[in-house]
């Protein structure tokens, strides 16, 4: 009714009728119950502007003033049953929206614990202005310290004391660094000695919650992983690294074993002429002392000579861990090339060694990459067997490929390696040999892989094949003289 009459007056005028009614009703709010219906037409009269102060307006305000004040309670019954539907409405969804935020907040922590529990992962915060930390029930496991939320920072305290001693300082450094702000993410490996279970591996990854204006941290947290049995496996694969390794270099010997018992015959005879030599001189009357001597000295050079063949074939075959130094790589094949020379010659083939100049020192272990390259040189010879006396050529090469890496290449004159076999070279037992094991290459590649370097094999441009292999610049080492 009211949209009614709204509609007749704005029809009557070109202004919005409701100019003229609002002011109306909101005079009559004022008054309440105090106006009859009469003084309440009269006050909307008043109210109703001076252009629309007809007989005609003037009645029809007068009724709606009539209408209102005789139906206000249920008017307003009517508003009250609209609106608190409205409000209970509104508090349903907004109930609604908290649960179903509170329910993804549950499912996506509930997928958190999940994969940390998969992860085998141990939760830890700490607090250090109120003094209060808090560890889950797998870090319990792992550090054998009490879970939940504690008072007090003594648990913590704890758990830091049982770091294993030989890396408590290394610990307790980065933890400093991560505190401090030099660092925003810790993470390092330790020792950490549990009370039942004895020694264990730990990985930690720690962060910054809060920091201070200052930088300090005021509030950390960080996971803890149990790795012993992965350190337990990777020293297992580790020793039997090694055991294949002294296994090749005892095969590498005996294959060289006619070579080197020929390079141990000649310093052997010349001190076994040498000593018949002098035995005959001191027969006679008048021995010749300054004679006597050069024997004497003969002697002795030829007993060096044979005990440095004797130290080589000991390095060799004395069994050891890998021990990565900075070494200088050209000594390393000078090595190699001497403990070979003798098989070579009886074999007719002609050794040629070159390198760049100011090689720098590489961080390896000395025997280990004697061995490599002793296979490398042993497997060499065996290509060129088949070719013509004078075209049997070894030559060896050591350069810097970078500024981390030096390169040492073993090229022949053979006839190549087949392209089926090339990408099975170092597969282990894979030989092209008709008495070979198949275990000199794979675990060649096995060692230099451990120096963090590379090996790989490829055919030469003008034939023949070339192994080549890289090894680590040492940080600390400094360049050679050239």
């Not at 408590?168 to 925003?184: A, P, Q, V």
């Not at 590649?445 to 680590?472: D, M, Q, Y």
Request: some cysteine; proline content about 5%; glycine content about 8%.
């Amino acid at each position: 009714m009211l949209l009614l009459l709204t509609a007749t007056v704005g029809g009557a005028a070109a202004v919005s009728p409701t100019q003229g009614v609002q002011p109306c009703v909101l005079e009559l709010a004022r008054r309440g119950n105090a106006a009859p219906s009469r003084c309440g037409a009269s006050a909307l009269a008043s109210a109703w502007p001076n252009e629309f102060h007809e007989p005609g307006l003037d009645l029809i305000a007068l009724r709606l003033a009539e209408f209102l004040e005789r139906n206000r309670w249920p008017i307003t019954g009517m508003l009250a049953i609209c609106v608190l539907p409205a409000s209970l409405i509104i508090g349903l969804l907004k109930s609604r929206a908290l649960r179903e935020r509170d329910e993804a907040f549950r499912t996506s922590e509930a997928r958190l614990a999940a994969g940390a529990d998969l992860a085998g992962l141990g939760y830890y915060e700490i607090d250090f202005p109120a003094a209060t930390c808090f560890v889950d029930a797998r870090f319990h496991e792992i550090c054998d310290i009490p879970a939940g939320h504690q008072q007090g920072l003594e648990s913590i305290e704890l758990w830091l004391a049982r770091v294993h001693p030989a890396d408590r300082e290394r610990m307790s450094d980065e933890r400093d660094k991560l505190h401090d702000g030099r660092i925003d993410r810790l993470s390092i490996e330790y020792r950490y000695l549990h009370p039942v279970d004895g020694q264990k591996w730990v990985h930690h990854l720690g962060g910054v919650s809060t920091r201070a204006a200052s930088g300090r941290a005021l509030r950390t947290h960080g996971v803890l992983r149990d790795i012993t049995a992965q350190r337990r496996a990777e020293f297992d694969a580790s020793e039997l690294r090694a055991q294949l390794a002294h296994a090749g270099r005892v095969t590498l010997l005996g294959q060289l074993a006619s070579a080197l018992a020929h390079e141990l015959s000649q310093p052997l005879s010349a001190i076994l002429r040498n000593a018949e030599a002098a035995e005959m001189m001191l027969q006679a009357p008048a021995p010749g002392v300054e004679e006597l001597r050069a024997i004497v000295a003969d002697i002795l050079s030829d007993d060096q000579r044979a005990a440095r063949v004797i130290e080589r074939l000991r390095s060799l075959l004395k069994r050891r861990s890998l021990d990565p130094l900075p070494i200088d790589v050209l000594d390393v094949i000078a090595v190699v090339l001497a403990l070979v020379q003798a098989d070579a010659a009886a074999r007719h083939v002609r050794l040629t060694f070159c390198a760049t100049p100011g090689l720098p020192m590489v961080l390896g272990d000395r025997v280990h990459l004697q061995q490599v390259l002793l296979n490398l040189l042993v497997n060499a010879m065996d290509a060129v067997d088949g070719s013509a006396l004078d075209q049997r050529c070894i030559d060896v090469s050591a350069h810097q490929v970078d500024a981390k890496n030096v390169e040492v290449r073993v090229t022949d004159s053979g006839p190549g390696i087949a392209c089926d076999c090339l990408s099975r070279l170092f597969e282990p037992f894979f030989t092209t040999k008709s008495t070979g094991m198949g275990m000199g290459l794979p675990v060649s590649k096995t060692i230099i892989e451990a120096h963090k370097g590379r090996l790989w094999a490829e055919n030469g441009p003008s034939g023949g094949a070339c192994f080549c292999f890289t090894v680590p610049v040492a940080g600390c080492g400094g360049r050679r003289d050239p």
